[in-house]
């Protein structure tokens, strides 16, 4: 009777630890299963990629180059890897003139002259300055928050240039061709934006939403632009 007693007993301790095993397992799969969702989720998205080829033009029909055109998605957007910009002086000219990054981005200014520069911004987003230098700053300049920014050089006025910082990992700079191709974008929907340093307003007055799928879709966006009567290269001396 004891035997039988002692046998029941040592059952019911067995089946009480198993099912004390399986909750912690079941917790242990809930505790990651909203990452599992995201990484399906993820995956289903890039399997749907498509792409958004946008047209820049003018008032006129004249096809714009500089414009920096950007996709906002309406989905959680998985954060990418920061990457480093580098925006050189050369010949006495920042280079390229039109700068898109997305939001925590660092930026190194290299001289590329033999002369030294300095590089400055009065721009709300990012107010900076690297004093007179030469070669390679030793830090770079991180932009941490949404917004334009306008460079200069205060030894050298004609030397302006633009930097777009952007929420998103969706944008690309028009060429002469006026175009710009923004690929592998996961199927939903999208805010798209341009904004060039002339723009006369702000971007959220143009823009255009596309509920994307697999394939390509194509926008023309018209800028009324402002003329540009600045100076944009270096002074040539008497004589040429």
């Not at 990418?80 to 660092?106: N, W, Y």
């Not at 911004?121 to 030469?134: R, T």
Request: charge should be neutral; include cysteine; aromatic fraction near 8%.
């Amino acid at each position: 009777m004891q035997s039988c007693l002692y046998e029941l007993e040592l059952r019911d301790t067995t089946t009480v630890t198993e099912l004390r095993d399986e909750r912690v397992r079941e917790r242990g799969i809930m505790r990651f299963w909203p990452f599992v969702l995201l990484a399906v989720w993820i995956l289903c998205s890039r399997a749907e990629a498509g792409s958004i080829v946008v047209t820049v033009k003018d008032s006129q029909g004249t096809l714009v180059s500089d414009a920096v055109v950007y996709a906002k998605s309406n989905n959680p957007v998985v954060s990418l890897e920061k990457k480093q910009a580098v925006i050189e002086q050369r010949d006495k000219q920042f280079v390229p003139s039109v700068t898109a990054i997305q939001v925590g981005t660092s930026v190194t200014f290299p001289n590329r002259d033999n002369v030294r520069h300095d590089v400055y911004s009065l721009s709300p987003v990012k107010e900076f300055e690297l004093p007179l230098y030469a070669g390679i700053p030793a830090d770079p300049v991180t932009f941490d928050k949404e917004g334009f920014v306008t460079l200069g050089c205060s030894i050298h006025d004609w030397m302006v240039a633009y930097i777009a910082v952007l929420p998103t990992p969706y944008f690309q700079v028009t060429g002469k061709n006026g175009r710009s191709v923004l690929e592998n974008l996961p199927a939903g929907r999208y805010t798209v934006q341009v904004w060039q340093p002339s723009l006369k307003g702000m971007p959220e007055k143009l823009a255009q939403h596309v509920d994307l799928a697999e394939g390509s879709t194509e926008l023309v966006f018209t800028l009324d632009l402002r003329r540009d009567s600045r100076a944009k290269n270096a002074p040539v001396p008497n004589g040429g």
